[in-house]
């Protein structure tokens, strides 16, 4: 890898501490987005995220990973086709 590609990819990798401002767009479509998807759906989504692991959240709800997986999968389906649609 040459230093420019390099340079690059740590640019690319760099933290953003504004994502989650209030008033960035992304953290209001990101909320929007979230708000369309069903409730349980919901809470099965920031369960993952929270606890970083399907079987933690599997465990909790009383299911298999492999339901949770599955579960988050679709979520991240439609999250990615509300911000097609924008």
Same mark, same amino acid.
Do not use: W
């Given at each position: 890898m040459?230093?420019?590609d ?5 640019? $690319? ?10 008033d960035?767009?992304? @953290? =209001?479509n ?25 079987r ?8 298999? =990973?492999s @339901?949770?997986?599955? $579960?988050?999968?679709?979520i991240?389906?439609?999250i990615?086709?509300?911000?097609? @649609?924008?």
């Amino acid at each position: 890898m040459n230093p420019q590609d390099l340079k690059k990819l740590i640019a $690319e990798y760099q933290p953003n501490y504004d994502i989650m401002r209030e008033d960035d767009d992304r @953290t =209001h479509n990101l909320k929007v987005a979230l708000s369309k998807v069903p409730e349980a759906e919901r809470v099965i989504f920031c369960l993952y995220l929270d606890l970083g692991s399907s079987r933690k959240v599997g465990k909790l709800l009383g299911v298999s =990973h492999s @339901t949770i997986l599955t $579960e988050v999968k679709k979520i991240k389906a439609k999250i990615i086709e509300f911000y097609e @649609t924008i």
